[in-house]
T-cell receptor, first 112, second 112 residues
């Protein structure tokens, strides 16, 4: 079974602080994604990557950076956390020749 | 701009009944339409998917219908069970494109 592991599972951050969310996949997948989930909005794509050391902007990249240091690891970085970034964040992966996207269990981020 | 619209936002059905969820989309280049199921505290998981060359796909109690002319799709769950209680998302993408666009989600409650 495809495995995507996110850490931490929950975090409280202070406004203006730096937050790093981590994701590790053991699926040997090329593509990795960061989504944000808010009630009433479904999931929205923040950043994605199709190869190590390269990231692409998704639909809502403002206020976020991403880092893909290896095929297995993909991080989401909030340099200056804001109240509006309180949400649940999901990491996901997909094989290059497949359509199915596998999600992690999510990280609940609360910015206070 | 919401490219994929999903309805209803929430739905309650009796055990044994039929559940119908619907989605509409705007981008006529979309050709892959997955439905994801999400339980509380978990990430979304692929339930069933359909390509634009088909108009129906079944998997047990779950059937998805696709209408290319009307740019609509639906998910039917027959003999709904309490274990089906979850949030359901429709999504759309162009195969080969990295980006899945999600609907807002439907919270389904199945009452025994």
């Amino acid at each position: 079974e495809a495995a995507v592991t996110q850490s931490p599972r929950s975090k409280v951050a202070v406004t203006g602080g730096k937050v790093t969310l981590s994701c590790h996949q053991t699926n040997n997948h090329d593509y990795m994604y960061w989504y944000r989930q808010d009630t009433g909005h479904g999931l929205r794509l923040i950043h994605y990557s199709y190869v190590a050391d390269s990231t692409e902007k998704g639909d809502i990249p403002d206020g976020y950076k991403a880092s893909r240091p290896s095929q297995e690891n993909f991080s989401l970085i909030l340099e200056l956390a804001s109240l509006s970034q309180t949400a649940v964040y999901f990491c996901a992966s997909r094989g290059a020749t497949n359509t199915e996207v596998f999600f992690g269990k999510g990280t609940r981020l609360t910015v206070v | 701009q919401q490219q994929v619209r999903q309805s209803p936002q929430s739905l309650t059905v009796w055990e044994g009944g039929t559940t119908v969820l619907t989605c509409s989309y705007e981008d006529s280049t979309f050709n892959y339409f997955p439905w994801y199921q999400q339980f509380p505290g978990e990430g979304p998981a692929l339930l069933i998917s359909i390509l634009s060359v088909s108009d129906k796909k079944e998997d047990g109690r779950f059937t998805t219908f696709f209408n290319k002319r009307e740019k609509k799709l639906s998910l039917h769950i027959i003999d709904s069970q309490p274990g089906d209680s979850a949030t359901y998302f429709c999504a759309a993408s162009v195969i080969g494109n990295n980006k899945l666009t999600f609907g807002q989600g439907t919270v389904l409650s199945v009452i025994p």
